[in-house]
């Protein structure tokens, strides 16, 4: 059986997207989902998309790290996700599918994605950093000179920490440039590496750097390995609402593998 797909890629995250209207793809197979995002024996990619039918939204997006395993909400792989949905008339140029962690709409506008993220509650401090789940769990840590620092090995030092051990945490480095502006690099969990960008990550650097007083913005622009991303956002008694990730999406190449 011969299964298409096409490539999508959001700041650098690069994504295999499929069209699973029929529910076909073997997603139990991890060793075939590990190989096809491999950048050596395969197509080459962060993670692996299905786009699956859903009842009560346009579709329903299934995510699967690069290490063959269901991963947590991705905003990038969301953002390319309505993408790939309005390129293939599964949902017109304002979407609204579902995702591990519910509802996101998404508006597309020239190649620009606008994400709604899910509302944050889950915040705590640490000597050394702040934790927030924004749909993944993310651990921020404010360096001096990000450009020198070893972020794939303090990533997987913090990743395979007693704290984080156990379900693993994506790892966030930022520094501050201006009032609006943050630059931040990420280790991956699941990819096990630094990734271009993170968009849950950059949505979660955002909010800590406002609850931080780092800046008095409610729209900051975070800047990334692999390009600009957009966070804007209202605080809340309990945290922060009405969050939206924003930021260019772009088609790569299509072709079919053999199953």
Known sequence: MKIKFQKYQGTGNDFIIINNSYLNFPEKNKDLITRLCD????????????????????????????????????????????????????????????????????????????????????????????????????????????????????GKNINNSLVFKKDGVNVNFVQKISNSEFIIRTYERGVNNETLSCGTGVTAVALAMYKLSKTSLNDLKIKTLGGDLSVSFSPSDIGFEKISLSGKVEFIFKGEFQL
């Open 39 to 154: 950048r050596k024996f395969g197509i080459g990619a962060d993670g692996l998309i299905l786009i699956n039918p859903s009842k009560n939204t346009d579709f329903e997006m299934v995510y699967f790290n690069s290490d063959g395993l269901v991963g947590s909400m991705c905003g990038n792989g969301a953002r390319c996700s309505a993408h790939f949905a309005m390129d293939n008339g599964i949902s017109k140029s304002n979407t609204l599918f579902n995702a591990c962690d519910g509802n996101h709409s998404a508006a597309i506008n020239d190649g620009v994605v606008s994400l709604s993220m899910k509302n944050v509650t889950n915040i705590k401090s640490y000597d050394d950093g702040f934790f927030i789940d924004t749909g993944s769990p993310h651990f921020i840590k404010i360096v001096d000179d990000l450009e020198q620092y070893d972020v794939y090995s303090e």
